[in-house]
């Protein structure tokens, strides 16, 4: 039989409802035990996981001689203090991105986990999708060559979905930067690397009801020589879906009909934080249901790396390969169940000793480039950087 991981979770709000299907479903994890402040979010949780506990706070979870890891899902400027709790409790960590938002606390973070022999793995982050994982796997394999130049682009209304006032206030960890930034330079660093050199960028935030950064261009050098330009827009007009066959982020077909639809809802709602908080685990969560297998990966918009001899594009299926004389679809084998990746590595880094890709440092890393992108908008500057770290081999 399979050995499970005995997880618990803590923070039962909108990141752990996107990850229940994974988290429930994936055959390496068992849910055991959670911590929320919200009672009727814990009565939930024992509806949909009999035999599970479910405690007020976090010190209480850390407690539970059951729990051998813990999924760290609360909002980006707690993520330090639970994971030192964690860790000197025992407990190895899964932390949602970003890790935290300054790099004393990543380094706190890390230092924690080292101290205690536990595993810190950072996660999800749309670098573990299973296109992303098959350029790099094929980047690694150096048919291609080297990765010389990578387009990133990304357009949603990320910032028209309800939204608690701190994630509307960049300095706790709110704006595109923090909570997408991390997703799309995550996963540049992969392909290329991971040795950003410098980054020049540019935030932009031109709706005054809005009052953080909406959106963000950045071109970064890597050590080598590679050079990459990403573009993010959660302004809620153009949507680069179109780019990825009208399937949505989460992998799901999407409806091209239904433009403008977070704009609209969101005019329609008196109180932010109520139709926020209605988002998270709780009574309104629809009934707990085996997931389907997916039909199409997750994907973070339209990506081209180009190689010394090949042009290799993201796409929901795979990677496409333009290569002199043909192009072809490399697939990506689907996940059991959707962003099965992320647990992947985690159970392999907790169970089987496998060191993980998204380690504390690599989390640090990316944190880093953010964290550039915002000081490079403020000063005008290049800004160098002194935490990345390679691609394990």
């Not at 790099?136 to 150096?142: E, M």
């Not at 950003?196 to 540019?202: D, F, G, K, L, N």
Request: some cysteine; aromatic content about 6%.
């Amino acid at each position: 039989m399979t050995r499970r991981l005995r997880l618990g979770v803590v923070g039962l709000s909108r990141a752990f409802t996107l990850m229940l299907p994974t988290l429930a479903g994936h055959r390496r994890v068992e849910l055991v035990a959670c911590a929320d402040p919200r009672p009727e979010a814990r009565a939930r949780f024992i509806q949909d996981f009999p035999g599970s506990r479910a405690h007020a706070d976090m010190a209480a979870l850390c407690r539970d001689e059951a729990v051998e890891a813990i999924y760290v899902a609360t909002p980006h400027q707690y993520h330090a203090a639970d994971v030192i709790a964690a860790s000197a409790a025992g407990k190895h960590c899964l932390v949602e991105k970003p890790m935290a938002i300054t790099l004393a606390d990543c380094a706190a973070m890390i230092e924690a986990a080292d101290r205690a022999g536990v595993q810190l793995v950072i996660g999800h982050s749309h670098s573990q999708d299973g296109p992303v994982l098959a350029a790099r796997r094929l980047i690694a394999a150096g048919a291609h060559g080297r990765v010389r130049l990578i387009t990133a682009l990304t357009y949603t209304d990320f910032l028209y979905r309800p939204r608690r006032a701190e994630e509307l206030d960049t300095a706790q960890g709110g704006g595109v930067v923090f909570s997408q930034g991390a997703h799309q330079l995550d996963l540049v660093r992969l392909l290329g690397g991971g040795m950003v050199r410098s980054i020049r960028a540019q935030c932009f935030g031109w709706d005054a009801g809005r009052p953080t950064e909406g959106a963000y261009t950045a071109f970064l050098q890597f050590e080598d020589g590679a050079t990459a330009t990403l573009t993010y827009s959660g302004h809620g007009r153009y949507d680069s879906d179109e780019l990825m066959g009208w399937v949505g982020e989460l992998g799901q077909p999407r409806d091209a009909a239904s433009y403008g639809a977070a704009r609209q809802a969101l005019a329609g709602i008196a109180d932010e934080e109520v139709a926020k908080a209605r988002r998270a685990y709780g009574p309104e969560t629809p009934p707990l249901a085996p997931p389907a297998p997916p039909a199409f990966h997750n994907q973070f918009g339209f990506l081209l790396a180009s190689c010394e001899r090949a042009d290799l594009r993201l796409t929901p299926s795979g990677v496409m390969v333009h290569a002199d004389d043909r192009r072809w679809l490399e697939p990506a084998p689907l996940p059991e169940v959707p962003r099965g990746e992320v647990l992947d590595e985690f159970c392999a880094a907790v169970l089987d000793g496998i060191a993980p890709v998204r380690s504390g440092g690599w989390g640090m890393a990316t944190l880093e480039a953010c964290l550039a992108v915002l000081e490079s908008s403020r000063t005008g500057r290049d800004v160098t950087l002194g935490h990345q770290i390679a691609v394990p081999g």
